[in-house]
């Protein structure tokens, strides 16, 4: 079994309304499939937010609609991340 990779957010990626960025993570290196984690109001959430790396995209809605917005809006820098640290590592996910 494969263990669960992970990159910090924390601090790399700007709050977005009330969700504040922690991590990223995945098992399988070849996924294009991150979790996101974040916390809402200051409360870690159970579910993570599903970030598509082949369509740069955060696929689930947080709280409101503008919040929602501002959180897809920080896709591509979560992308740039998590690409760079597996890189880095020679991990693919296609």
């Known amino acids: 079994m494969s263990d669960i990779k992970s990159v910090d957010l924390r ?15 995945w098992k399988v290196p070849q996924s294009r499939f991150v979790i996101v984690r974040f916390a809402l109001d200051n409360k870690e959430q159970l579910l993570g937010l599903r970030l598509d790396l082949d369509k740069r995209a955060i696929l689930d809605d947080v709280k409101d609609e503008e919040t929602s917005a501002a959180v897809k809006a920080r896709a591509e820098q979560i992308w740039n991340i998590v690409i760079s640290y597996r890189q880095e590592r020679r991990e693919t996910y296609i």
């Open 11 to 25: 601090g790399k990626i700007p709050d977005a309304g009330a969700v504040h960025f922690l991590g990223a993570e």
